[in-house]
């Protein structure tokens, strides 16, 4: 045993094996630590690797292509090189890899969102779920905000409180009492030279006396010195003593790097002189450099180095005067002038110095001598004239110096008497035959002669006509002198004409040149869009002159006289209005709205007499037309003649045979009374017009006045009948019923019109009425909020949802009111009564005139205009919402009909029945 573990020692101390590596048998493999560096020795080789792993019966890692030769490869692609076109298959096919990707990428980002989308609408954010109570924060008023509590404990823990309490001690309250206070006593220590000892240094006396005096008379010196008083440096300069200390507050300190920038601009600017001398914006650069550093004296003296480097500049020669006082700049330009005497700016420059009449004259006119041709000199110098005689020679004389000056000769011809400037004019036109606003002075000079004096009418029109010619031959001596101005231009100078107070020579120039530049078959829309814009701009005079031209050219064409009515009735007179409608009726006699406006026309000036005649004049040109029918018996029925109109009815009936003068006539019976001739009225016509719904309408609402609730059901089931898609007899039938107690009979109509005629807002709106008058406000919301997913866009039902809601929500509504339905006047109205409702006055006013603009035929929106304006308004806004309520003429509304409509209230006029409309809403 003994033997065994020496043995074993000595194993252990025997040298290992040269190719030794520790646990290779494990799988470790031959490594060098820190001492192995010296002699150290390699690890095993590759043949001792894979003898040790045979003897482990591992199987040796080969790579299949050690062995390959490069020469005698095998395979799809052996032997073969990559070229060029490889190169660009590769980018092929990875191009196609990449565009793969990104459809599959854009696929995966749309699912992705979709799912984003849907998890956000099941479990929307915070802020989403609080968005109209964030919206509803912006009406908040201060008072409000004040109003809010303070929030409290909410933790619910009962918070330990702190009561202890501290004496303060008598220091504190002795050093804060000593803080506001001032030192009043001087020291004790007082000498009797009258200095006092210093606190830092007891052995120093400072005589406070002499420092003050020995300041004041330093300060005495420096404004002596500045002011001129100290000869003794021989230097006198204009300082003014008294605002020496005040002048001192204007001083602008700059900032580090604000000086910074200014040395580093200096020297690039002097660089920029040094290296080009020649160059003038340099010299004023660095002038306005130095002027923007305070150093003026250093600018000057650079600015007159570019005087002296560049002498031909005339921008040098400016800024240098700029940058001296007034009589200095004088001395700068009168050398200025000896090296660049043809320059304006400095002669100019040069009178602005200065401030007597007659030596800004005098500059002038010694600038005149160096440059006779200019014309802005000449106009400055005849400018300075105050007496006219003199400005006209001075003119003369200019003209015959620079005859090629319009300017000059329009200036001289309107300093001369008419008979003067005639020749003037000619003489201009013959040294300028190329310029048009000769001609037109030329023209508006004619026209002014012929309103100068009371003349007979025939001797203004002759002379107005020589306006006309003038501009005619104008236009042609022009075109032959190869002066083409386009047709824009020449509007635009007939727009300058008008707008300068000389309508005639407006009117000649379009009459010469509206034709210019047209296609024939472009002629009338050209000519009405020329019009329309010419009105936009407010070139009233233009706009009726184009449409004169374009009714000489189209006679015949109703719509342009119709338009040229409506502009004489928004922009003429009375009297202009009439002559253009009688015009009108006299080349188109089958237009019967022409007709009848003239008609109208004649009646609100108050001549009955002539409105028959016209009305009369209308029959012989239409026997038949329904229009002219009605509107003599609406004639005659205002103004009393009841049996004359009865008559007319009675002939209509017979000529003209219209379902819509069957009606009228049962109408007016009906207004005088005469019910059952009305309803033998209403029985024959609907025996011819069985499809006409007014007349069951009428025959039902009859019956219903009369309280033949039975007879009343019957006209309007039968007119349901025979006209189910007309939704008011819908809405009438229902009503009935709901009067009669039948409410559920009424909705049961309502839901059957609903189906006859689907997405109709009118019946859902009457349904919630229903639903709300019989105390079912509950059903009211479903059956309106059924109405808004049917009708989405209904501005009618919107409005109704708006006042639905309690007034904290009701701003929200309306915000996703106006997304929905942004254009809707009932939706506009609405948000202008919620801002009455908030005292937002101006706002409310707005809205309410956005409203009225969508659609001015709603009475109701009138009706709720002059309300507010009745309560906020002046009496000018009031009266203002009545004049254009009576000029649009509204005829719909539910509460404007039903007023107007009422047979108390026939024959009033629209202001009246607007007075009874605004009185009715609520």
Known sequence: MADKNKNKLAFLSMPAPASYVAGLGRGASGFTTRSDIGPAREGPSAEVIAEAQARRGEEADVDPEQFQDPDNEYGLFAGTTYEADDEEADRIYEQVDKNMDARRRARREALENEELA????????????????????????????????????????????????????????????????????????????????????????????????????????????????????????????????????????????????????????????????????????????????????????????????????????????????????????????????QSVKIWLAAADLEHDIKAKKRVLRKALEHIPNSVRLWKETVNLESNPVDARILLARAVEVIPLSVELWLALARL??????????????????????????????????????????????????????????????????????????????????????????????????????????????????????????????????????????????????????????????????NAILERAVHHCPQAEVLWLMLAKEKWLAGD???????????????????????????LEAENGELGVARELLVRARTVADTQRIWMKSAVFERQQGQLSTALETLETALKKYPKFAKLYMIQGQIHQSQGNMAAARASFAAGIKACPKYVTLWILASRLEEVDGRSIKARALLDKARL???????????????????????????????????????????????????????????????????????????????????????????????????????????????????????PEYQEDVIKKCVAAEPHHSSTWQSIAKDMKNTGKSTSEILELVANALH
């Not at 639905?804 to 202008?832: F, G, I, N």
């Open 118 to 341: 849907k998890h956000r609408a099941e479990r929307p954010k915070i802020q989403q779920q609080f968005a109209d109570l964030k919206r509803g924060l912006a009406v908040v008023t201060d008072e409000e905000w004040e109003s809010i509590p303070e929030v409290g404990n909410l933790t619910r823990k009962k918070r330990k409180r702190d009561e202890r309490s501290f004496v303060v001690p008598d220091s504190v309250l002795v050093g804060d009492r000593s803080k506001t206070e001032y030192e009043n006593a001087l020291d004790v220590r007082q000498q009797e030279a009258g200095g006092f000892e210093t606190p830092a240094d007891s052995g120093t006396l400072t005589n406070f006396v002499e420092m003050g005096q020995a300041r004041d008379k330093i300060l005495s010196l420096k404004l002596d010195q500045v002011s001129g008083t100290s000869t003794s440096s021989g230097l006198a300069t204009s300082i003014d003593p008294k605002g020496y200390l005040t002048s001192l507050d204007s001083v602008v300190l700059k900032t580090d790097a604000e000086i910074g920038d200014i040395k580093r601009a200096r020297m690039l600017f002097d660089s920029l002189v040094k290296s080009n001398p020649k160059h003038a914006p340099g010299w004023i650069a660095a002038a306005c450099l130095e002027e923007h550093a305070g150093r003026m004296v250093a600018a000057r003296k650079l600015i007159k180095m570019g005087c002296e480097q560049c002498p031909k500049s005339e921008d040098v020669w400016l800024e240098a005067a700029r940058l001296h006082n007034n009589d200095d700049a004088k001395v700068v330009l009168a050398n200025a002038v000896q090296h660049v005497g």
């Open 416 to 577: 001369e008497t008419p008979e003067k400037a005639k020749a003037v004019l000619n003489k201009a036109r013959k040294a300028v035959p190329t310029s048009h606003e000769i001609w037109i002075a030329a023209g508006r000079l004619l026209e002014q002669e012929a309103y100068a004096d009371d003349k007979p009418d025939d001797k203004r029109n002759k002379e107005l006509e020589m306006v006309d010619r003038t501009i005619e031959l104008g236009v042609r001596e022009l075109r032959r002198h190869g002066v083409l101005l386009t047709r824009e231009q020449w509007l635009k100078e007939a727009e300058r004409c008008e707008s300068e107070g000389s309508p005639r020579t407006c009117e000649a120039i379009i009459k010469a040149t509206i034709a210019m530049d047209v296609e024939e078959e472009d002629r009338l829309d050209t000519w009405v869009s020329d019009a329309e814009a010419a009105e936009v701009k407010g070139n009233i005079g233009t706009a009726r002159a184009i449409l004169a031209y374009a009714l000489k050219v189209f006679p015949d064409k109703r719509s342009l006289w119709r338009k040229a009515a409506d502009l004489e009735k928004a922009h003429g007179t009375r009297e202009s209005l």
């Open 608 to 634: 009955v007499p002539a409105a028959r005649e016209v009305l009369e004049k209308a029959f012989v040109a239409n026997p038949e037309s329904e229009q002219i029918w009605l509107a003599a018996v609406k």
């Open 756 to 874: 006859a005629n689907p997405g109709n807002d009118q019946l859902w709106a009457e349904a919630v009425g229903v639903e709300e008058r019989s105390g079912g406000a509950t059903q009211a919301k479903t059956v309106l909020a059924r109405g808004l997913q049917e009708c989405p866009n209904s501005g009618l039902l919107w409005s109704m949802a708006i006042w639905a809601e309690p007034r904290p929500t009701r701003k929200s509504r309306s915000a996703d009111a106006l997304r929905k339905a942004a254009d809707d006047p009932l939706v506009l109205c609405t948000v202008a009564r919620l801002f009455w409702a908030e005292r937002k006055i101006e706002k409310a006013r707005q809205w309410f005139e956005r409203a009225v603009a969508a659609n001015p035929d709603l009475g109701d929106t009138w009706g709720w205009w002059l309300k507010f304006e009745r309560q906020h308004g002046t």
